[in-house]
């Protein structure tokens, strides 16, 4: 019997008390490291609740600002933008994508008008743009990689004349950070970050944001540009990749059925990583709650710490709200 055994070994002395517990605790959550996911519309006082994502909402321009003004004083530094396009402004090249007067780029300009300290993250991807539903161009049934990666790397620079601070490109369509670094540094945007969704799954957690933004694939499924869940190395690679193709943070994304990639990737590079704690999993704890067999903030609050503990820097939530009321 040593020392480092019972009876002389009890866990329990560094549970004992709310003190004690606070002064061992290995991971902290904290404001500082959210990203509020928000869904912008076409129109005036609009505020519809998303039928899958209870308590969560699309706003119009003008009440999203309100919104804004709530996640700042919240202590929430940044957000990531989604436009849900309307189908009449949909086509295979997602023209609308690079409207200079376009919804997302109007609403860039409002919010940095209004919250210039406000860290404004803008969704690059073609999918709320097109009329197949899918990341990129189609042709004869397929995602055409290098055009699709061409124009959201126009996007990307469309986004930053608008006053974007990062560009979040979720496509995962090849070698599109180094063509996105490209036309930000031609262009003068050399102040413009990436968000890259470097590991991006498919995934049956996105269900609920397709619902958001109509925006689910017309055809077939987004398995030939977003990865097979069985793979971890492969991460490890996309990462590495976008890291030297000139990315400013990492994301994995979903988050919770993926807790071991954000360690896997966190342990290989050198950039900020951030999780997407997605649409399903926030539709799953609402679930859950809503029949009794949780306490929702419990979970919620345990959820987010499993990232903490993963090895993310940042978190993009749709509970980024509730949980900074907590905090
Ligand atoms: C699309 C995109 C998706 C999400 C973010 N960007 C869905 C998809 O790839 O089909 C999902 C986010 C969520 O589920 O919360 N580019």
New binding site residues.
Partial sequence: MSRSDFPYARGRRLRKSENIRRMVSEHKLGVDDFIA?LFVVEGKNVKSEIASMPGYYRFSVDLLLKEVEEIQSLGIPSLLL?AKVPDSKKDNEGTEALNPEGLMQQTVKAIKKEFPEMVVMT?V?L?PYSSYGH?GIVKNDKILNDESADLLAKMAVSHAEAGADFVAP??MMDGRILLMREALEENGFYETGIMSYSA?YASS??G???DALD?APGFGD?KTY?MDPANVNEAVKEAILDEKEGADILMV?PGLPYLDVVRAVKESVNLPVSV?N???EYAMIKAAAKMGGLNEEDAMMETLLSFKRAGADLIATYFAKDAARLL
């Fill in positions: 996911p989604f969704d991807a999918d990341d979720s496509d991006k957690f996105y609920p944001f397709r925006s987004k977003q994304k997407y997605v649409s399903g």
